[in-house]
């Protein structure tokens, strides 16, 4: 499975922005997507996750009620859409895919990891 990540840029503070992740290659062994975020400095860290077949979801609280992750079968694309952004929300964010339906936030559980798009939101 190969994931391009798309959609980053810079935004002010209390703005949105929508972020895509396009996945190829091998889909049917996909069976879950998440979207992972590291701030300079950071360790890389869980912000949502969805189903691919079904489309259940799970957030981290920081970033719940402000961020919704979403994917269109169809396209083979997940997006995430990131509303009131806040510049701690500033971080490259990276698409992962997991061959396990299991709902897990650890990192070294997803498989396939895009390449990152930066978002930086000014204060």
């Known amino acids: 499975v190969q994931l391009q990540a798309s959609g980053g840029g810079l935004v002010q503070a209390g703005g949105s922005l929508t972020l895509s992740c396009a996945a190829s290659?091998?889909?049917?062994?996909?069976?879950?997507l998440a979207w992972f975020r590291q701030a300079p400095g950071k360790e890389r860290e869980f912000v949502a996750t969805?189903?691919?077949?079904?489309?259940?979801?799970y957030y981290a609280d920081s970033v719940e009620g402000r961020f919704t992750i979403s994917r269109d079968t169809a396209k083979n694309t997940v997006y995430l859409q990131m509303s009131s952004l806040k510049p701690e929300d500033t971080a490259v964010y990276y698409c992962a895919a997991d061959r396990s339906a299991f709902c897990t936030v650890v990192r070294t559980h997803y498989d396939y990891w895009g390449q990152g798009t930066l978002v930086t939101v000014s204060s």
């Open positions: 969805i189903l691919w077949s079904g489309g259940s979801t």
């Open positions: 290659g091998r889909i049917f062994s996909m069976y879950r």
